[in-house]
């Protein structure tokens, strides 16, 4: 069993930056792969990122690469979402979720646990 807390969610100014945070319960967090997702209402949940539990492979959806950076840290049971240059079409609820496996999917049917959301809000 894994319990996942998110953290860091906050209202932006369109060009800005935040850090979210999951952190995550139990000993034996390096033997899942983390996604992040995202979700705004009416909508299907998206894919973020993804992170392997070595951190070996990483992968970005389409429209956060090269602004979104995945990161953990396996001695704090946390992985990170650093998104910098931010776009008011980035709105929405961040989840963290964890699969019991080497990667990460794209896919949230993939992911075993999720945490309860953080809301960021990117102003224009």
């Known amino acids: 069993q894994v319990q996942l807390v998110e953290s860091g969610g906050d209202l932006v100014q369109a060009g800005g930056s935040l850090r979210l945070s999951c952190a995550a319960s139990?000993?034996?967090?390096?033997?899942?792969?983390m996604g992040w997702f995202r979700q705004v209402p009416g909508k299907e949940r998206e894919f973020v990122a993804g992170?392997?539990?070595?951190?070996?492979?990483?992968y970005y959806g389409d429209s956060v690469k090269g602004r979104f950076t995945v990161t953990r840290d396996n001695a704090k049971n946390t992985v990170y979402l650093q998104m910098n240059s931010l776009k008011p079409e980035d709105t929405a609820v961040y989840y963290c979720?964890?699969?019991?496996?080497?990667?990460?999917?794209?896919?949230?049917?993939?992911?075993?646990?999720w945490g309860q959301g953080t809301q960021v809000t990117v102003s224009s």
């Open positions: 992170i392997s539990r070595s951190s070996a492979y990483i």
């Open positions: 139990g000993r034996t967090f390096s033997s899942y792969a």
């Open positions: 979720a964890a699969r019991l496996g080497v990667t990460a999917l794209k896919v949230p049917a993939g992911y075993d646990y």
